[in-house]
C-alpha cells in the first residue's frame, strides 16, 4: 500500500488482517507516528539553518537523484565546505523518516538490519527520485564504525541498548524516541531502574517525570564520552517521549549538563512537591504541608527540557503540506510558551483534592497570575499546568470568593 507524508511518497506493509495499517508481516510502519515525523522534519530543517550548512538547499521535501550505498568513516557533513549535512535514519524500517530528511536537504542514510526492510528502504528512495545511502546492518555496528551530523533513534520500546553508539556517531544532534513509558513514568519501576538508572515515581505529573528520566539517561550518557547534551525540543505525546538534543563541548561543559541532575519530592496525599539539585538526595522526613511521607524520584533532569528561540524555529518550519501541521504548531506553541519547571499540577486533582469544582484553565492561570506567580499550561494536556506556586499558595490564590 502507498501512503503520502510531506511531499513524499511510500510504499509501506499491506497490513496482516486485523491488524493497523503499515503493521505487515515483518517491516513496520505506525501511521500514529506522523506528528512525531512532522516535527522532524521541521527540526531538520531549522537545525539545517542553525548550523549554515548548504545554503543552496531549498530545505523543503523535493530533491533529485537515486538511491545508492556505501559509505566511509565520517559521512562528511558540514564541515565539509558545501556538502550536505548527513543523517543517519539508524533503525529505519519502511524508511519513512529517512526519506524524508533526505528530501529536507539531509543526506541521508537508512539503516536496518531487517534485509525486508532495507530493500524496502531502496524502493521508497527510488520512487522520490531520492539520494541517499541503504545499509543492511545492526544500527550499533554501523554507529560505532561512522559518524553522522545528525543520528535519529526510533527504535520499539526503550532507545537504551543504541544510546552509547549514538552519542559517540553523532556530530551535533541526537534525536531519540522511548516508547516504553511504563518504565520511564514509574509504572514498571524496576525496570525503570535497570533501564534508564533512575529511581522513577508513579505520580499525576508522569509525562514530566518520563521525560525527565530519559533526558537524565541520555545526558549522563553523553557525559560518560565528555561531552555535553543540551535539550532542544522535547515533547511528550501519547504513548512516546520524543527529544532533540545538541551535543558538544567537553568534560566542563558536561560537568555542567551533570548539575542540572536531581530529585523531585512528592506527597501522595496533599500533591506537595520540591525539587533539589544534586546527586545525592535530602528529601524532609515529612510533608511540611500535612506530614505524610514524601517520595522521591532521581535522578533526573530538572534543567529547560527545550530551547525557546529554536522551538519558534521550528514551528516556523512546518509546512502546510504536512498532515499534522494544524496539531504541529500548536504543540509546538505551547512547548515555547510552557515555564521550566520539573513538575506539573493537574486542576482537576487538585479541585479533587479540595472539595471543589475546576474552573475553566484560562480562570485558573489568570487567577495565579494575578496572585503574583508564574504560570503555563503543558503541551501534553488540557487541564495540567506549571507554576511557581507551590500547592498551597495554588489553593489560595484559586479559592473563589
Not at 508513579?202 to 561531552?227: K, N, Q
Amino acid at each position: 500500500m502507498d501512503v503520502s507524508e510531506g511531499t513524499v511518497e511510500i510504499e509501506v506493509p499491506e497490513a496482516r488482517d486485523g491488524a493497523a495499517a503499515g503493521r505487515g508481516e515483518t517491516v513496520f510502519y505506525n501511521p500514529e507516528q506522523e506528528l512525531n515525523r512532522d516535527v522532524t522534519v521541521a527540526t531538520l530543517r531549522a537545525y539545517r539553518e542553525r548550523i549554515g550548512a548548504d545554503s543552496d538547499g531549498r530545505g523543503d521535501e523535493s530533491g533529485g537523484g537515486s538511491e545508492n550505498g556505501g559509505g566511509s568513516n565520517d559521512r562528511g557533513g558540514s564541515d565539509s565546505g558545501d556538502r550536505s549535512p548527513t543523517y543517519l535514519d539508524a533503525t529505519a524500517a519502511s524508511g519513512v523518516r529517512g526519506v524524508r530528511a533526505a528530501a529536507s536537504g539531509w543526506a541521508a542514510t537508512l539503516c536496518d538490519r531487517d534485509p525486508d526492510a532495507a530493500a524496502l528502504c531502496r524502493t521508497n528512495l527510488v520512487r522520490n527520485d531520492l539520494d541517499g545511502a541503504v545499509v543492511t546492518r545492526d544500527a550499533n555496528a554501523l554507529m560505532a564504525a561512522e559518524r553522522f551530523d545528525a543520528v535519529d533513534l526510533d527504535p520499539f520500546g526503550t532507545p537504551i541498548p543504541f544510546a552509547d553508539a549514538a552519542v559517540r556517531s553523532a556530530r551535533r544532534l541526537l534525536c531519540v524516541t522511548a516508547t516504553d513509558t511504563a518504565p520511564l513514568c514509574g509504572a514498571h519501576r524496576a525496570s525503570g531502574i535497570r533501564k534508564y538508572g533512575c529511581v522513577p515515581v508513579t505520580t499525576e505529573f508522569h509525562p514530566e517525570m518520563g521525560l525527565r528520566v530519559l533526558l537524565s539517561a541520555l545526558c549522563r550518557t553523553a557525559a560518560r564520552y565528555d561531552r555535553a547534551a543540551r535539550p532542544l525540543l522535547s515533547h511528550v505525546t501519547r504513548h512516546y517521549v520524543r527529544v532533540y538534543l545538541e551535543l558538544g563541548g567537553g568534560a566542563s561543559e558536561a560537568n555542567a549538563v551533570i548539575d542540572e541532575l536531581g530529585y523531585v519530592h512528592w506527597c501522595q496525599r496533599c500533591l506537595f512537591r520540591a525539587h533539589e539539585f544534586g546527586l545525592i538526595a535530602h528529601p524532609s522526613d515529612a510533608c511540611p504541608n500535612c506530614g505524610e511521607t514524601l517520595a522521591t524520584a532521581g535522578p533526573i533532569y530538572l534543567g529547560a527540557t527545550r530551547d525557546r528561540a529554536f522551538v519558534e524555529r521550528v514551528r516556523g518550519a512546518v509546512s502546510d503540506d504536512m498532515g499534522t501541521a494544524k496539531r504541529a504548531r500548536k504543540l509546538l506553541g505551547t512547548i515555547a510558551n510552557e515555564l521550566d519547571r520539573p513538575t506539573h499540577y493537574d486542576q482537576h486533582k487538585l479541585a479533587k483534592r479540595w472539595g471543589r469544582s475546576a474552573s475553566a484553565m484560562d480562570d485558573f492561570l489568570a487567577r495565579l497570575r494575578e496572585a503574583g506567580y508564574e504560570a503555563s499550561r503543558t503541551h501534553y494536556g488540557g487541564t495540567t499546568l506549571k507554576t511557581t506556586a507551590d500547592v498551597a499558595a495554588i489553593e489560595a490564590a484559586t479559592a473563589r470568593e
